[in-house]
Structure formats: C-alpha cells, structure tokens
C-alpha cells in the first residue's frame, strides 16, 4: 500500500517542498531509489549521492535544501536520521497485518503468571510462576521468561531470549564446584527492546534490573546481579559480567565485555571489541583495542608488551641512580 507525500508531512512535520499527491511505495536508500521510493541523507559525506539519486522525494537537513531543491522534491527537517526512524514506524503501522491471536496456542503460561489482556506471545513462548508481562509487550517466538521475573510495558523481545534462567554461581570446595541458588529474579522496565537470543540472567540475591528504555542487541549475556540504567544501548554479542553497574544513556559497542563488580557512569560510550576492566567514573568514550596486523608483526609487538612492566621497573631504577648521583 501506497502511502502519499502529503500524509506522511501531515503525521510527522517537517518542511515540504513538492507535490502532496505524489505516491510513495516503498522506502529506500539514496542509491538504490526509484521514482516511487522516499529515502534520506544523514551526513553530508553523501551529497553526491544525493545529487544523483532518483527518489521521488528525499529527506534533508537545512544545510543540504539547496542541493535537494536541484534534484526535485524534499522534506527539510532538523534531524533527518530520526525523521526516517518516526517515518519507518509509521509506515510499519500502516502496513501491518492484522493478528487476532493475541496468545498462540503453543505457547505454555504458569497459572500463576500474570499477562496483560493486550501483551503479544508468540509461538512456543514458555512464562512461568509468578512471571508478570506487562501492556502492549510483544514476545516473538520461543522466548522464556523464568520464574518470578517482571517485563515492563511496551516492550519487544524477540526469539530466542531467555530471561531469568540461574546466573552463573559457583562456590570452590575441594576442588570441586559447589552451585549457589539463584534466589532473585529479573526486572525489566518500560519500552524495553531485546535482541534475538540474548540471556538476562536473575540475580543470586537481589534482581537483575534492566531500567526504562534500554535496548540490547543480539546474542548479548547480561549476568546476574547487573543493573542497567535508562536508556542505555547495547551492540551484539556484548557480555556483562556479575554485579556490574552501567548508568543511564551509555553505549557500549558490539563485541565489548564488561568485567563484574565495575560501575560505568552515566554516559560512558564503549568502543567494540574493549574490554572494560576498571570503573568508569567519568562520561566519555573509551577505547581498548590492540590494533590488528599482520600475525608476524602482531607477535613481536605482543611479546614487546609483555616487556614494559620490567622496562618500566629499570627504568625508574636508572631514574634513581641518576637522582642520587
């Protein structure tokens, strides 16, 4: 379904310049836009993708009107980035399909469980004792939501993810392991979305706690007793070790680890790939990566590393010799 130009101006804002009733069928990038398609420029390194593009209609910043008035018709807006995530959302809604089934009949639910009458759960989803969902939440197929363990309102999960299975707690005795029960459960907050096979493990004594408006990508492993503020976003394949603390609006990019018992401040951004093994206390971006290079040369600069502490020690003696003379 075709939605027109003037609509979408109508339900979103922005400064229009073209004709209302064109139709848009399709949305798509600059490169790639036909004639029927709506697309977008997020940074000025693309105007020249700009300028030869197709597209019935693009979506600009207020430096970039002159450039879109050559080519043909244009929708001004502060930020166009977040005009095309509203724009993506509405045409999602105009284009849904109607589901009647607002519970799937292979899904298994406790008695004990407390759903929502609008909540969604999908195909072969398992709730369980005392597991509360809260309004307008969506659960894809095959999620898991242990026992006791609270999701939000307005939240999606998508398959695979399991919520509130035993955290990882393990006593040493005799050179065996000993298991610690998991005794707390997890709390999920409002408008909260989490990636396809992403675990959240529940606290051994308290709750994990995943505040309001967090996202986390996929194949992410929150551990137990971690508390993660507002807003805060996480790329795939993160790991968060036991009793991290990472505060509200932080970032922390796909593949970094997060080492147990750290705080990370409010806004604290996380390169991918860092390890993170000291708190952040301070709002900034952090960097940990040793830079990739040929495996010969990687191997004499590792072996080099391995070397600076006793560099560092001679050093300091030298330093002292030199003093004392």
Known sequence: MALRLGAIVDALGGEFTGDRDASIARLAPLQTATGDALSFLSHPKYRKELAASRAACVIVSPAMRDIAAERGAFIVTPDPYLYFARLTQLWKKAHARPDPVQVHPSAVIHPEAVVHPSASIGALCVIERGARIGADTVLKSRVTVGEDCHIGARCLVHPGVVIGADGFGLAPHEGAWVKIEQLGAVRI????????????????????????????????????????GKHTAMAGCVGVAGSAVIGAHC???????????????????????????????????????????????????????????????????????????
Request: glycine share 12%; hydrophobic share 40%.
């Open 189 to 228: 907050g409002d408008d909260v979305e989490i990636g396809a096979n992403t675990c959240i493990d529940r606290g051994a004594l308290e709750d994990t706690v995943i505040d309001d408006g967090v996202k986390l990508d996929n194949l992410i492993q929150i551990g137990h007793n971690v508390r993660i």
């Open 251 to 325: 970032t922390v990019g796909g593949g970094a680890i997060v080492l147990g018992h750290l705080t990370l401040a409010d806004g604290v951004h996380i390169s991918a790939a860092t390890v993170v093994t000291r708190s952040i206390l301070k709002p900034g971006q952090y960097t940990g990566v040793f830079p990739i290079d040929d495996n010969a040369a990687w191997e004499k600069n590792a072996a080099t590393l391995k070397q600076l502490h006793g560099l560092r020690d001679r050093l300091k003696a030298l330093e002292k010799k030199d003093d004392a003379g």
